[in-house]
């Protein structure tokens, strides 16, 4: 990203400084020293300390009056690594998928109440649905979302829906129970489908990466203009659309077992 400082928000540049700071640092750092090395205050240094801490970010020794970096800071790393294994094993997969269809295929992670693209690997015809990586969508109106939502642990969904269901198309379910029943279908058939209800004349179809531990991680879809996805073509592209996630998280969980095996050399 490149730096424009008109757009730059200085406390929050300082107290990422700060953050920085204490992640290279490697060992627990006192106020002073934070302070020097910086260049700020006292008093404007532990405003940052005590925000960063109210949040978990940082977490404070207090017998020893030295800072480090919270549990808030560790998951962030964890996920930031995570997401970047899931799209290095997920993009071979998508190319062979787009491949197979020459479709549009979106990877995309649930954050909050929206969808976030976190990959895509676009359909090679002049006609063809895109989108942006790292832009957001409803996660109640696109099939990644629906994927997602459907397979959080019962009763967790709702807590991902906006106060309002807003009608992104004539399509657009903004009924809380017509969204429950779309959703237990998409369980019951292993997918959910996006038939223009995010975007008119579009159709998606997604279906949900688990991690390790069988929990929902993210979603993967197909998206295609509608006239191009008739009803006969749907199970079709489903199926190779749950192949293809059942690989990733088979990967995902193969993975894992190999980092935590213990070392043989040890």
Not at 73 to 87: E, H, M, N, V
Request: glycine residues 8%; proline residues 5%; aromatic residues 6%.
């Amino acid at each position: 990203m490149s730096a424009n400082s008109n757009y730059i928000v200085k406390p929050v540049d300082k107290a990422l400084q700060v953050l920085t700071l204490l992640a290279e640092a490697g060992h627990e750092l006192s106020l002073k020293e934070i302070c020097t090395r910086v260049g700020l205050p006292k008093t404007t240094v532990f405003r940052y300390l005590y925000t960063l801490g109210f949040h978990g970010y940082v977490a404070h020794n207090g017998d020893a009056d030295l800072y480090r970096l919270g549990p808030r800071s560790w998951q962030l790393g964890q996920s930031a690594q995570q997401y970047a294994r899931l799209l290095e094993l997920a993009l071979p997969l998508m190319q062979e998928l787009r491949d197979r269809f020459d479709e549009t295929v979106n990877l995309g992670v649930l954050n909050r109440t929206d969808i976030v693209y976190l990959g895509m690997v676009e359909s090679r015809r002049a006609l063809r649905m895109q989108a942006t990586i790292g832009g957001r969508d409803p996660a109640y109106s696109t099939s990644l979302g629906k994927a997602i939502l459907a397979f959080l642990p019962e009763g967790q969904w709702q807590a991902h829906l906006p106060a309002t269901l807003t009608a992104r198309t004539p399509r657009t379910l903004t009924s809380l129970a017509l969204l429950a029943q779309d959703l237990s279908l998409a369980r019951q058939r292993g997918y959910a489908l996006d038939n223009g209800e995010n975007e008119e004349g579009a159709c998606c179809i997604g279906a949900p990466i688990t991690d390790a531990h069988g929990h929902v991680l993210a979603a993967l879809s197909v998206s295609a203009p509608a006239s191009r996805l008739p009803e006969r073509l749907v199970e079709q592209v489903a199926q190779a659309v749950m192949e293809t996630t059942a690989m990733i998280s088979q990967q995902l969980g193969t993975n894992r077992l190999e980092e935590n095996k213990p070392n043989q050399n040890e």
